[in-house]
């Protein structure tokens, strides 16, 4: 929607009725939220179709990642690694457990710990999964070192946001 007035003007006279546009980053194209939403999106549409015939959704797939790194691992240890709340992970772990790719069992160590434990299922689904990230990585039109570098900079990013206390700000009131 780049213009020579600038991308921001049609959407701006469209919601306003004037001809000035929105301030500079006010916009849906300026939101980097936005364009991680998409990009995510985007990842997660071209994972759907070589994951599906294995039995896996996206966060499945993430899930399984981390167990064939480890073998087994404690329910918040996972939960921790993926960034996950329980909430979301515990039916991840269900569907994975009734496929037969994970059992989950009480620590014998910890009676209030539950861990999750790769099945031998489980670790032969790995090698079916291996086809998956070169077909990601082609998708991507990008070379192993911009994936990386991209990866490398959102993983910063990551870090920075968690780490960041936002606060609503008082000069800021809702017209």
Do not use: K
């Not at 549409?45 to 990642?65: D, F």
């Not at 772990?93 to 009676?111: H, K, P, Q, T, Y």
């Not at 990013?157 to 809702?174: D, G, I, K, Q, W």
């Amino acid at each position: 929607m780049n213009n020579q007035n600038g991308p921001a003007r049609p959407i701006a006279e469209a919601v306003t009725g004037e001809t000035e546009p929105y301030p500079e980053g006010m916009t849906l194209d300026t939101q980097l939220c936005f364009a991680l939403v998409a990009a995510s999106r985007a990842m997660t549409s071209c994972y759907r179709p070589l994951l599906t015939p294995l039995g896996l959704t996206h966060p499945q797939y993430l899930a399984m990642l981390v167990l064939w790194e480890r073998r087994s691992m404690a329910v918040g240890e996972l939960g921790d690694r993926l960034q996950l709340r329980s909430a979301t992970l515990s039916p991840i772990l269900v569907r994975l457990e009734e496929a037969g790719f994970i059992s989950r069992r009480r620590s014998s160590s910890d009676a209030r710990s539950v861990v999750v434990h790769l099945t031998p299922a489980g670790a032969r689904l790995r090698e079916a999964v291996e086809v998956v990230p070169p077909q990601l990585a082609r998708a991507t039109g990008m070379t192993p070192a911009e994936i990386a570098s991209l990866r490398d900079v959102l993983q910063v990013l990551t870090m920075r946001l968690r780490a960041a206390e936002l606060r609503p700000s008082e000069s800021v009131e809702p017209s």
